[in-house]
Antibody, heavy 119, light 107 residues
């Protein structure tokens, strides 16, 4: 079955960067885009950006432009999200999710990766 | 950016009752590009409905979605114990945005 498995929890200091991975299985990786969404404590889900797994093209939310980089490795069917210049407000659970087409709904989602930013 | 507002924030009902959750958009959602997700504690969101009214594969028919333009509704016809969770709406017609969620709790 289609599955997205993310890397484990991270603890980072303010100003550092974090890179979260999302390994896909059960389908042809390059066929579908992958999105990244985060959920800070008590906050709504927030879209960060997406990557076309086929050609590597990306699009980012204006809020994260300049701080987020989404990449992929087709040989391992893995997408990555790197967020730099971390601050305490970036403490959140980060999810990857597959898009069944281009700019559609998200299904399925990875299990989530908790990133804690603390000095 | 399209802002989605869900109501009520919390809904307290008993198993077997009917639940009606609302999602309002600050501007019209093109082509009814609206989805609903269910999220249980510690788990990722799960797709229930897409294109406003199409049930995702494997979703029981007690879940239904309706609406267009700026007003959308998720209805759960007869609540089962496993349905108590947080529900989010999402629009994908103009970039992406989510509502703040409705918590469906057992009365």
């Amino acid at each position: 079955q289609v599955q997205l498995v993310q890397s484990g929890a991270e603890v980072k200091k303010p100003g550092a960067s974090v890179k979260v991975s999302c390994k896909a299985s059960g389908y042809t990786f390059i066929t579908y885009p992958i999105h990244w969404v985060r959920q800070a404590p008590g906050q709504r889900l927030e879209w960060m950006g997406w990557i076309n797994a086929g050609n590597g093209n990306t699009k980012y939310s204006q809020k994260f432009q300049g701080r987020v980089t989404i990449t992929r490795d087709t040989s391992s069917s893995t997408a990555y999200m790197e967020l730099s210049s971390l601050r305490s407000e970036d403490t959140a659970v980060y999810y990857c999710a597959r898009d069944p087409g281009i700019s559609l709904w998200f299904d399925p989602w990875g299990q989530g990766t908790l990133v804690t930013v603390s000095s | 950016e399209i802002v989605l507002t869900q109501s009520p924030a919390t809904l307290s009902l008993s198993p077997g009752e009917r639940a009606t959750l609302s999602c309002g958009a600050s501007q019209s959602v093109s082509s009814s590009y609206l989805a609903w997700y269910q999220q249980k504690p510690g788990l990722a969101p799960r797709l229930l409905i897409y294109d406003a009214s199409t049930r995702a594969p494997g979703i029981p028919d007690r879940f239904s979605g309706s609406g267009s333009g700026t007003d959308f509704t998720l209805t759960i016809s007869r609540l089962e114990p496993e349905d108590f969770a947080v529900y989010y709406c999402q629009q994908y017609g103009s970039s992406y945005s989510f509502g703040q969620g409705t918590k469906l709790e057992i009365k």
